[in-house]
């Protein structure tokens, strides 16, 4: 009997993110929600049911389940979308600047925490998100830092509003800047937050930026894995000797990279896959990504929130109009 309404509270709560994930996609095909996205959304819908009605304890396993294991699944299928080909045959200097991007976003989110007194692990997921590639990043480095659900869900909200803002100002001030369709696309692309801003941000300049800016945007995300590894190397360094939980080691990022490799070297040249089946793997991803951020929006609690994510806003706005800067100079 105890088994029984275990497993219907698992399966219960899986559903009940995908209710919610789905009601996201179907609001952000509407004005004003189309740009910050499902995912936004999503965690926004989850976000209101927690402070109307709790947090529903009874269905806890199933929502714990779609903020842990499908959320790395996701990240695993996310790797279908690096062309690690295309970022070395096309955007070695693009990659270089994106090593100068994270390395900056990472470093002046941990300066400008620290001068503040931010709560750390918000501005480091935000900085980390900052860099490479939003949510996705967020959620692959949450594990290594050993952050709370309720952490990363206020991170990658606090990514979507900033990264909505600032891809809509770039279609406003970026015609009026003294720069090409492609240097425009390589300024969206290596400073805006999230894949879908960089996309938002460069279509109006034409096909030409929007492909530019999606090649900075994928060299950007190329650089997710090795930044996992330098921060595992710093944080056991750092814990040395310190009676302290050992830190686990994120196994799925093997998938994203074994996913990429596939997607780069094998599809289309050895074995070919019909582009629906493609897209319904997009979608899929999407889909499970966006439940993900549904049971992560269910652990904010709103008084905490507002508590400690004001400064780590601060200190992501400051970043963020810094990056911008930085980049424009450096193209």
Known sequence: M????KKNGFITGILFTLVIATLGFLLAEL???EYIGPLATAIILAFIYRQIFGYPYKIASGIQFSSKILLRAAIILYGLKLNIDIVFSQGLTLLAQSVIVIAFSVGASFIFAKMIKADMNISMLVGVGTGICGAAAIAAVAPILKTKDEDTAISIGIIALLGTVFSIGYIFIGPYLPMTPTEYGSWAGLSLHELAHVALAAEPAGSDA??????????????LV????????????????????????????????LMSLLNSYV???????????????????????????TALGLNINLKDTIRRASKPFTVILAVSVMLSILVYVMI
């Open 210 to 223: 929007l492909a530019i800016a999606l090649l900075a945007k994928l060299s950007r995300v190329f650089l």
């Open 2 to 5: 105890i088994s029984s309404v």
């Open 31 to 33: 004005p004003v929600f």
């Open 267 to 293: 599809l289309g040249k050895h074995i070919v896959v019909d582009p629906e089946v493609m897209e319904g793997v997009s979608v899929l991803t999407s889909i499970l990504l966006t439940m993900a951020m």
């Open 226 to 257: 090795p930044l996992c590894f330098i921060l595992i190397f710093f944080i056991r360094r750092r814990e040395s000797g310190k009676s302290v939980k050992k830190i686990p080691f994120p196994y799925f990022l093997i998938g994203f990279v």
